[in-house]
């Protein structure tokens, strides 16, 4: 059997988007509503650590897919099915450099990722 650890979804649901962004009102802790968990597994299929990731989490809205940072050390993204709450992700990518190693380049000092995001048929980190 496969070891998986949690990772904590809260879903929200925001009104329709005005024209005029600075009147928006703020996004109060209260409007959030937990749904539940799923675990993801904790390595990939070839052994790479997927503990003390979860972070930079974006959605691939072809395969509906959760992309996913691996462990904090090596800032690789890995792509996660997003099952039913209480259930298992399958792995669908493992974990991936998708810097090619140009990471450093940002920043020498402990360069993270911030956040990822599906465009027009790109992955944008």
């Given at each position: 059997a496969s070891v998986v650890r949690s990772l904590t979804l809260m879903v929200f649901v925001a009104g329709p988007i005005a024209a005029?962004?600075?009147?928006?009102?703020?996004?109060?802790?209260?409007?959030m509503v937990y749904e539940g968990s799923f675990r993801v597994p904790v390595q990939d299929r070839v052994g790479t650590d997927m503990t003390y990731g979860g972070y930079a989490?974006?959605?691939?809205?072809?395969?509906?897919?959760?992309?996913?940072?691996?462990?904090?050390?090596?800032?690789?993204?890995?792509?996660?099915?997003?099952?039913?709450?209480?259930?298992?992700?399958?792995?669908?990518?493992?974990?991936?450099?998708?810097?090619?190693?140009?990471?450093?380049?940002?920043?020498d000092y402990l360069p993270r990722l911030g956040g990822s995001l599906w465009h027009d048929g790109r992955l944008i980190v």
């Open positions: 005029d962004v600075p009147d928006l009102p703020r996004l109060e802790r209260s409007a989490l974006g959605i691939d809205p072809v395969r509906q897919g959760l992309y996913f940072a691996c462990h904090d050390y090596l800032q690789q993204l890995a792509e996660v099915t997003v099952p039913p709450l209480g259930a298992v992700a399958t792995l669908l990518q493992d974990c991936t450099d998708v810097t090619q190693g140009r990471l450093p380049l940002v920043d």
